[in-house]
C-alpha cells in the first residue's frame, strides 16, 4: 500500500505523453495529487501547483511518485539527487520504471536509513497463494479486450468513477503498474510467476459486500498470442459477474504481431464469457466499450450503433460519452 | 543442459512412489541411468546397478540426479554428505526440489571450487523472450487435458518413443521438472514470470525439420481455474499443428477444486480448438489419450469405444494400449 496523497515528480519530461503516468494519477485521483515536482527543462505541465519538496510535504504528500518515463532507462544522476533529497526530507517513494528504485545501492541505503519506503510497483511484493476457486462474495466486472491497448483500464476507471458518483460501491482494481500508481495498490500481474497468477487476482478481489463492484483492469487478450496466459489468469482468477467487450476498430493487426488480424466482437464474446462462467457461472456480457480515438465523432457515433444493433448491447466510448450506460447494464444484473 | 548420463540418487527413499521422478528417468531414456545410488534404510528400487560414486565415475556418468522427494522439504545432513562428494569427485548435481542446491551455502561453495554446475530445474535458468507469434518450421504436437495430472506428460512421452521406434524425427520437449530430469532440458513453465510465458514455450520448439516433431508436454487445464493461464501459454506460444486431448474418467471433480466439474471431452475439444488456431489456424485435434487406471480392462475398452464413436477420433490409453494410433494420426496430417 502506497501512501497518498502524493507529489508527482516530472523530472526533465521531454514532452507532456512522457508524463502520462502522472497525467492519470491526476485525471483519475485528483485527490491524490497535492503538486507536481518540475526540473529544468522539463516539457510536460499537470497544470497542478508547483511545489519544493518543502511546501508539498507542508501541504501533506506522503510519497514522491515518479511521474514519468526515464530517458534511456536508467536513473539520472539529476533525479537522483531530487529523490534522495526527497527521502531525507521524509517521503516515500514510488515508481513503476524498469529500472528499480531497489537496485539503486544510494537510494536503498538512505530509505533505510530514513526509515522511508521504496515502491518499485513492476515486480511483485508479496507473495500470493495458488488460486483456490472459492466463490468469493461482493460482485466484479472484467474488461476483456479484442487486443491489447483498446481501453481495457481506462474502461474500468471510468465505470468506477460513474459507480462512486452515483453513491454506489465500486472499487478500481489495479493489475499493471500504471493502475498501482493511480490508486496505491494492485498486482503487478504481468510480472507474478505463472503459477501464482490467478492466485494473485483473487487475492485483489477479495469477499466483499455484496452490492460492491470490483472494477477489474484488464490485461493482455484471450486473442494475443503473446500474452493471453495473463488474460486467462483474469478470467478465472477474478471470477467476473459481467464482462465488458473492449476494442479499438481502427487497428489492422494484433499489436506487435503483424499477420495476426483481431478477432470481432461476437468473436471475443463466444470465447470468453464459456471460459469465464467456468469459474462463475452466472458471469454475464453487458456492454461494449469502444476506443474511438481513431474516428470522428459522426463515424464514431454510427460504428457505435452498429455494434450496438449487431450485439443487442450498449456500445458506448466512455472517453466520448461516459460509463453511465455500461454502469446502468450492471445494475441490471 | 544438463550433462547425460546419470547417476540416479534415490537416498533414504521410503517407498518405490517417493522415487518416481528416478523411475521417470528409467522408463523413458534408460540410455540415461547408468545406475542407481541408494542409502542405507531405501526403499525404492529401480531394477539398476547398485553404484559407489567412483563406480558411476568409471561408467561414464556426468551428473547426480536427485530422483527422489525429500522428505520435510529440506536437504537432510545424510544427503548433503553424499552430494558434497559427488561434486568433489567430479559430479554436476541436477534437482527438481523446493529445497533448492543453489540455496545451501555449503554445495553452492563446494561446485564453485570444484567448477561443477548445480541445475535446479525448479526455477528458470534462461532469461526468456517475449513471444513474438512468428510462424516456425517444423511440427508440433500439445498434449491438452480436461484436468491437471490426467496423463499429458505420459502422452507426449510415449508419442515421442512411438515416433523414434519408427525411425521418425521426434523431440519431446518438457515444460515441467519431472520431464525435465528425464530429457535433461526444458523450461520449468509453471515457474516462469506471466509476460514470458509463451516465449519460453516458443524458445523449447524453435524452428526444425519440416517433417520434425515437438511432442510438447502440457500443463494444467483451460477448465482448471488455479493454473488455466499456463495452459493458455502454451496453446498460443506452441503454435501446435496436433492436439491430443486428454481425460481421466473417474474422477468426480477438478483436481484440488471441489465444487468444480471436469468438462466434457467435446467441451474441451471446441474450447481448445479455436484458440490453438489463433496461432495456427491449420491446426486439428487428432486423438484421445484416456487414462484408465482405475477402471477394469473390459471397463477400460469400452469405454474407449464409446469415446471413439462420440467423437470420431482414435481413443487410446496409452499405458495400456501404446501410442500407436496416435502416432498414426500424426501421420495423417
Known sequence: MIQTPYLLFLGDAPDQLSAKVAQGIKDWRPDHAVGQFRMDGCKADLGLADMTLAQAKAAGAKTLVIGVANRGGVISAAWKKVLVQALEEGFDLASGLHNLLRDEEDLAAVAKACGRELHDVRVPSVEYPIADGVKRSGKRCLAVGTDCSVGKMYTALAMDKEMKARGLKSSFRATGQTGILIT??????????????????????????????????????????????????????????????????????????????????????????????????????????????????????????????????????????????????????
Open 184 to 333: 496505491g495498490n494492485g498486482i503487478p500481474l504481468d510480472a507474478v510467476v505463472a503459477d501464482f497468477m490467478a492466485g494473485s487476482v483473487e487475492w485483489i478481489t477479495p469477499d466483499n459486500d455484496d452490492d460492491h463492484w470490483d472494477m477489474i483492469e484488464g490485461q493482455g487478450s484471450l486473442f494475443h498470442v503473446s500474452f493471453s496466459g495473463v488474460t486467462m489468469a483474469l478470467i478465472h482468477g477474478g471470477q467476473p459477474d459481467a464482462l465488458i467487450l473492449c476494442h479499438e476498430p481502427t487497428r489492422d493487426h494484433m499489436r506487435g504481431l503483424p499477420g495476426y488480424a483481431l478477432p470481432s466482437l461476437e468473436t471475443l464474446r463466444d470465447t470468453a464469457l464459456p471460459l469465464a462462467q467456468v469459474a462463475n457461472p452466472a458471469c454475464q456480457v453487458v456492454g461494449i466499450s469502444v476506443n474511438t480515438q481513431h474516428m470522428s465523432q459522426e463515424e464514431a457515433l454510427e460504428y457505435l450503433a452498429g455494434v450496438e444493433a449487431r450485439l443487442g448491447l450498449p456500445a458506448v466510448d466512455p472517453f466520448r460519452q461516459g460509463a453511465a450506460r455500461l454502469v446502468d447494464a450492471l445494475a441490471a444484473i
